[in-house]
């Protein structure tokens, strides 16, 4: 059974950077999709980016496109996020989760606990 454990998160002041971690077990990692997701208090989920598994680069939303990237260590078994320029708007769980397909969509499966980021104006 795969699982998924997140790491990284903190407290940091408006553009400042931090990296999360996603350790995963279980599963052969190269062989899947991998995400990260946000959710503030009070609003929805949001995918931050995708990394699929079929070789087409990754996806990020706007609000994070050109500040947040993520990479993966197939040999580690480890999905990062590097978070650059950081604004209170920011602030959320993050979580990061599989993907069902072998390409980026709306269905995704193992979901972490989430690693707290607090980003202070």
């Known amino acids: 059974q795969l699982q998924l454990e997140e790491s990284g998160g903190g407290l940091v002041q408006e553009g400042g950077s931090l990296r999360l971690t996603c350790a995963a077990s279980g599963s052969t990692f190269r062989d899947l999709t991998m995400g990260w997701f946000r959710q503030a208090p009070g609003k929805e989920r949001e995918t931050v980016s995708c990394?699929?598994?079929?070789?087409?680069?990754?996806s990020y939303a706007d609000s994070v496109q050109g500040r947040f990237t993520i990479s993966r260590d197939n040999a580690r078994n480890t999905l990062y996020l590097q978070m650059n320029s950081l604004k209170a708007e920011d602030t959320a769980m993050y979580f990061c989760?599989?993907?069902?397909?072998?390409?980026?969509?709306?269905?995704?499966?193992?979901w972490g606990q989430g690693t707290q980021v607090t980003v202070s104006s």
């Open positions: 989760a599989v993907g069902q397909y072998p390409f980026c969509s709306d269905s995704w499966r193992n």
């Open positions: 990394f699929p598994r079929n070789g087409f680069d990754p």
